[in-house]
């Protein structure tokens, strides 16, 4: 589990985003985080039930998704991903970036990511009372999958969110969607 090490002080407000929808869902079919630490750069944390996006315990951390879109209908006229922060360390800065390359949950590090291109949305994260929605429509591909990496848009960020993933037991607990 991704925790802290006992000399440093933990952020005040943790920070749950939810990705959901309203119509018709794709739940994640992986997600992982990739932290830049010293030891943590070798860590795999695919089976985590809380990943982080941003700058956390003095580390950078991204996260990446997988969506499958073999049951989404041919041509879809509208594709989303939806999040929701429940609660927020400070406002941040997230690029929301494609990943083209293959990847999977359970080896994942962070000298072992894939490379993500450039950022198809940047989000001021800034309220948890907003649904915040990227448009995929012209990037998702009907029956094949779909990979986005979630990180801080720069050095200056200080901010950062969790995401339960879907590994995540908690009764509430919701996982990532694409609609």
Sequence with gaps: MFTSPASLTKPTFP????MRSTTREDAVTNDTMVTNGEYEQFIN????????????????????????????PANPTKAEICLVFSSMSVPFEMNVSL?????????????????????IATMEIAST???YKVDVTDYIAT??????????SGPSETGYGRLYSHESTEPEAPGARLV
């Design 45 to 72: 944390y695919g089976k985590e039930p809380c990943i982080y996006v941003g700058y956390i315990y003095n580390n950078w951390s991204e996260i990446y998704l997988n969506f499958s879109t073999t049951t989404a």
């Design 99 to 119: 990943v083209t390359q293959p990847w999977v949950e359970t080896a994942l590090t962070w000298n072992g990511k894939p490379d993500y291109g450039p950022s």
């Design 143 to 152: 029956g094949s999958s779909f990979s986005v990496c979630l990180n801080a």
């Design 129 to 131: 009372d907003v649904t």
């Design 15 to 18: 920070v749950n985003v939810t």
